[in-house]
Nanobody, 124 residues
């Protein structure tokens, strides 16, 4: 079964760091772009970061630029989201997603497979 499983969420104080992991199984995702999205209570799901198939290109939403870093480990078939200098407004359920295309994608409809999500809560 092809699936994405996120982990690494939790409760952290403002200014702290977390690293989210997204482990893919059932197939290799080395030729696919990957992305992270988040959804806060009462809000729509929003784009956070994306990385292309080679890992050579990344793109972030403005609110996380300079604080978050997306990366991928091909040997582990895993994508990461390193989150530093966390703010209360970063609180949300974070979702990993894979798109069958190889290029960057910032729209949810561009993605074909989603994980179940992991909760990130940042206290002030």
């Amino acid at each position: 079964q092809v699936q994405l499983v996120e982990s690494g969420g939790g409760l952290v104080q403002a200014g702290g760091s977390l690293r989210l992991s997204c482990a893919a199984s059932g197939r290799t995702f080395s030729s696919h772009a990957m992305g992270w999205f988040r959804q806060a209570p009462g809000k729509e799901r929003e784009f956070v970061a994306t990385i292309n198939w080679s890992g050579g290109s990344t793109y972030y939403t403005d609110s996380v630029k300079g604080r978050f870093t997306i990366s991928r480990d091909y040997a582990k078939n895993t994508v990461y989201l390193q989150m530093n200098s966390l703010k209360p407004e970063d609180t949300a359920v974070y979702y990993c997603a894979a798109r069958w295309g190889s290029g960057l994608g910032s729209r949810a409809y561009e993605y074909n497979l989603w994980g179940q999500g992991t909760q990130v809560t940042v206290s002030s």
